[in-house]
Structure formats: structure tokens, C-alpha cells
T-cell receptor, first 119, second 114 residues
Framework: GAVVSQHPSRVICKSGTSVKIECRSL??????MFWYRQFPKQSLMLMAT?????????EQGVEKDKFLINHASLTLSTLTVTSAHPEDSSFYIC???????????????FGAGSRLTVL | AQSVAQPEDQVNVAEGNPLTVKCTYS??????LFWYVQYPNRGLQFLLK??????LVKGSYGFEAEFNKSQTSFHLKKPSALVSDSALYFC????????????FGPGTRLSVLP
């Protein structure tokens, strides 16, 4: 089945540094990838929708200059948290949709998530 | 606008007993409904989906869900719970009238007690 690899699974960084999280579709091409943020004991909050070869679409309230998203190929999207601060500490999850699936009811495949801790 | 409600934050059941995790939704058009499960520090795993056809949908690990259009519900069920079913469960809806985004419910934590 479809697999999405997300790396790193855990990262600890100092305040003010930038952190990059990668999301790869391993056995399928993904024209669209989604980035979510999950706070403890809460649901997933969609941050942005990433389309291959075009700019990401950010949800209201998400700072695009803070959370840089690049979807340079059909199998890779990256999220860079720039100038990270402790309040950016969270669990970030990506998901991808298979390009070959029909657009109707295709299932999202999720990465395992990345836990970011900013000291 | 589309929304998903999971009225119970926590569900506790004894191993071997049937379990139900509730979900209700609101969409303007026809809903595509999904259940995902999340284990600690992991991403979400797909369990099952309803698109059209039979209201009772069978999915992974013995789970099933029943679509009820009049009650706008999509409750997740399993006849006999296992301790290993303990996890966080998310219901999600996709309304084709609102593009490709999924809307997730707040999640329900299931604890199966031995």
C-alpha cells in the first residue's frame, strides 16, 4: 500500500534556529500534500495545502513566512519552521494524496509525524 | 461549512465487549466519511471510509461503521474490543463542494481494559 515517510521523527532545536521536516511519498506520486499541526490531546489543524510546482495555500492564521513549504517534486514536500520559538513546539504531520487515484473519495496517507521541541 | 463532532472525549470498554465511537457531521453536499486511528507519537492510519452504497462499511482490524443519513452520523463499531485497540480515533469528512480538504473531528480516546 501507499507509504508516506516523514523525517525527522523527533527534533530538538534552540530558539531562533530553523528546522526542516521532510515528507516523502515512497511508492506513489503525490500532486497534493497536506501539513497539519497537532497540539496535545487535540485534533489535527490543517496548516497548508502543498501542490507540486506551485505555491502552497495556507490556512487562515498560519504565517507563511514562518512555516515555509516547498513541494518541488511529485514525491517530496518540505516544511521549514523558521526562527523557531518555544511556542512552535508541536507534533507536525504530513499527508499525501496519490496522483493516480480518482479525485472522488481517495484516502489520505499520513506520515508518522515529527515532534518538534524548541528550547 | 463542513464540521465533524465526536461527542465523547474518552470511551472505556472492557476487553471482549462491543465498542462504539460516535461521530456526527455537517456538510452542505454529499459527504465522504472516514475513520482514522492514531497510536502514540504516530501519524494517522486509515481504517475505513463511506462513499456510497451500503450504509454498513467494513474496514481494517475488524472495525465497521454505519452511515446514517437522517441522523448525519457515522459511528465506528467493533463487536469485540481488544486491548490493542486502545488509541485515539478521528472521524473525518470531505465535502466535494468545498474542495479537497478533509475536516477532522476532535478525536476520541478509546481505552480497552483487560
Amino acid at each position: 500500500g501507499a507509504v508516506v515517510s516523514q523525517h525527522p521523527s523527533r527534533v530538538i532545536c534552540k530558539s531562533g534556529t530553523s528546522v526542516k521536516i521532510e515528507c516523502r511519498s515512497l511508492d506513489f506520486q503525490a500532486t497534493t500534500m497536506f501539513w497539519y499541526r497537532q497540539f496535545p490531546k487535540q485534533s489535527l489543524m490543517l496548516m497548508a495545502t502543498s501542490n507540486e510546482g506551485s505555491k502552497a495555500t495556507y490556512e487562515q492564521g498560519v504565517e507563511k513566512d514562518k512555516f515555509l513549504i516547498n513541494h518541488a517534486s511529485l514525491t517530496l514536500s518540505t516544511l521549514t519552521v523558521t526562527s523557531a520559538h518555544p511556542e512552535d513546539s508541536s507534533f507536525y504531520i504530513c499527508s499525501a494524496r496519490d496522483k493516480m487515484q480518482s479525485s472522488g473519495a481517495n484516502v489520505l496517507t499520513f506520515g508518522a509525524g515529527s515532534r518538534l521541541t524548541v528550547l | 461549512a463542513q464540521s465533524v463532532a465526536q461527542p465523547e472525549d474518552q470511551v472505556n470498554v472492557a476487553e471482549g465487549n462491543p465498542l462504539t465511537v460516535k461521530c456526527t457531521y455537517s456538510v452542505s453536499g454529499n459527504p465522504y466519511l472516514f475513520w482514522y486511528v492514531q497510536y502514540p507519537n504516530r501519524g494517522l492510519q486509515f481504517l475505513l471510509k463511506y462513499i456510497t452504497g451500503d450504509n454498513l462499511v467494513k474496514g481494517s482490524y475488524g472495525f465497521e461503521a454505519e452511515f446514517n443519513k437522517s441522523q448525519t452520523s457515522f459511528h465506528l463499531k467493533k463487536p469485540s474490543a481488544l486491548v490493542s485497540d486502545s488509541a485515539l480515533y478521528f472521524c473525518a469528512v470531505r465535502d466535494m463542494n468545498y474542495g479537497q480538504n478533509f475536516v477532522f473531528g476532535p478525536g476520541t480516546r478509546l481505552s480497552v481494559l483487560p
